[in-house]
């Protein structure tokens, strides 16, 4: 029988104890933000419905696959979709964070891929059920070199794309947003302490499509290639 306290941790009779900070500090991962449907067109492509206040959902840091591995097909999964994503960095604790100073928040800037298994997604959806599986999967959220937003236009001003094959499949420009990402710092906030080093991908835009093993996905953030992955 597991007994927790708030002393402490104990397992088992295996001595392990740890108190409340060690869990807090020595287990200090980052999380993985996700905002879904924050792009009319896609919203549409889906089938769903515009929400009134952001869709948010969470991967967990497992997700990211270690540096410059390719993504994996997953074996549970015969659909799964790319979904390129403005992607950007918190750089300090934050709660309840306002609008209008959500802007410190955040130094660098990149694209990332929300793979999404979206046969698991739908199945999910269609009972009712949460779909974080189908989201937060091992290797699930590729994330690119992250770039300085001093060196790029306002973040209510970028243009993105990913290119699979050579081919453009999604093009996408972050004005297009439903909710900007001030709004989406203030809003999950309310809920959720945010922490230095912890990632917001904040929606994609319509073009989400299949992946096969083979392909090869690029990311490009205005003129700047920062992601390349492999599906093997
Ligand atoms: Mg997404």
Same mark, same amino acid.
């Given at each position: 029988?597991?007994?927790y306290?708030?002393?402490?941790?104990?397992?088992?009779?295996?001595?392990?104890?740890?108190?409340?900070?060690?869990?807090?500090?020595?287990?200090?991962?980052?999380?993985?933000?996700?905002?879904?449907?924050?792009?009319?067109?896609?919203?549409?492509?889906?089938?769903?419905?515009?929400?009134?206040?952001?869709?948010?959902?969470?991967?967990?840091?497992?997700?990211?696959?270690?540096?410059?591995?390719?993504?994996?097909?997953?074996?549970f999964?015969? &659909? =799964?979709?790319?979904? *390129?994503?403005? +992607?950007i $960095?918190?750089?300090?604790?934050? /709660?309840?964070?306002?609008?209008?100073?959500?802007?410190?928040?955040?130094?660098?800037?990149?694209?990332g891929?929300?793979?999404?298994?979206?046969?698991?997604?739908?199945?999910?959806?269609?009972?009712?059920?949460?779909?974080e599986?189908?989201?937060?999967?091992?290797?699930?959220?590729?994330?690119?070199?992250?770039?300085?937003?001093?060196?790029?236009?306002?973040?209510?001003?970028?243009?993105?794309?990913?290119?699979?094959?050579?081919?453009?499949?999604?093009?996408g420009?972050?004005?297009?947003?439903?909710? &900007? =990402?001030?709004?989406? *710092?203030?809003? +999950?906030? $309310?809920?959720?302490?945010?922490? /230095?080093?912890d990632?917001?991908?904040?929606?994609?835009?319509?073009?989400?499509?299949?992946?096969?093993?083979?392909?090869?996905?690029?990311?490009?953030?205005?003129?700047?290639?920062?992601?390349?992955?492999?599906?093997?």
């Amino acid at each position: 029988m597991c007994v927790y306290n708030a002393k402490g941790l104990n397992l088992n009779n295996n001595s392990i104890a740890l108190n409340f900070t060690d869990v807090i500090y020595k287990f200090n991962q980052m999380k993985i933000i996700c905002v879904g449907r924050n792009y009319a067109e896609h919203v549409k492509e889906l089938g769903n419905q515009q929400n009134s206040e952001p869709v948010v959902f969470l991967k967990p840091d497992t997700a990211i696959p270690q540096k410059d591995m390719p993504f994996f097909y997953p074996g549970f999964s015969n &659909d =799964v979709h790319h979904e *390129i994503e403005v +992607v950007i $960095k918190i750089n300090r604790v934050g /709660k309840n964070i306002a609008p209008k100073f959500a802007n410190t928040y955040y130094d660098e800037v990149t694209v990332g891929i929300d793979f999404t298994a979206r046969d698991l997604q739908a199945e999910l959806k269609s009972k009712g059920l949460p779909w974080e599986i189908s989201k937060g999967f091992d290797g699930s959220a590729i994330v690119g070199s992250f770039v300085s937003k001093s060196q790029l236009p306002a973040l209510n001003n970028l243009e993105f794309r990913l290119l699979k094959n050579s081919m453009l499949v999604q093009h996408g420009h972050t004005s297009m947003m439903l909710f &900007d =990402v001030d709004t989406i *710092i203030a809003y +999950v906030s $309310k809920f959720y302490t945010l922490k /230095k080093g912890d990632l917001i991908f904040t929606g994609t835009p319509a073009g989400v499509g299949p992946v096969q093993i083979g392909d090869v996905l690029e990311g490009y953030l205005m003129d700047r290639k920062l992601l390349s992955v492999c599906i093997k």
